[in-house]
Nanobody, 122 residues
Framework: QVQLVESGGGLVQPGESLRLSCAAS????????LGWYRQAPGKERELVAD???????TYGDSVKGRCTISRDQAKNSVELLLMSLKPDDTAVYYC????????????????WGQGTQVTVAS
């Protein structure tokens, strides 16, 4: 199992940048993929960005070019930097972990944090 705790959300103005952090309760080298998803009111949850153990990244179309995801092994965390924020970025942002290594085997399943609200408004 893994617990994920997000931080860094809040109210920001359009055009500003925001850094979100997700702390994992276990060594992130034992997690196959860490990522960020978001869900706006009335919309489906969508991928923002994710990163594998090998460092391969994937970005959602709506944030490409203004988003960076990174892993911090020392802190057992994954961070998301989102720049040039727009009102459409307003959503609850969720940290996600997929695939946990247990006793040498990989057990695939989805784990979610509680979410952090990001509101972009002037």
């Amino acid at each position: 199992q893994v617990q994920l705790v997000e931080s860094g959300g809040g109210l920001v103005q359009p055009g500003e940048s925001l850094r979100l952090s997700c702390a994992a309760s276990r060594d992130i080298s034992t997690i196959h993929r860490l990522g960020w998803y978001r869900q706006a009111p009335g919309k489906e949850r969508e991928l923002v960005a994710d990163i594998t153990r090998a460092g391969t990244t994937t970005y959602g179309d709506s944030v490409k070019g203004r988003c960076t995801i990174s892993r911090d092994q020392a802190k057992n965390s994954v961070e998301l930097l989102l720049m040039s924020l727009k009102p459409d970025d307003t959503a609850v942002y969720y940290c996600n972990a997929e695939g946990l290594q247990e006793s040498g085997s990989w057990i695939f399943g989805q784990h979610w944090g509680q979410g952090t609200q990001v509101t972009v408004a002037s």
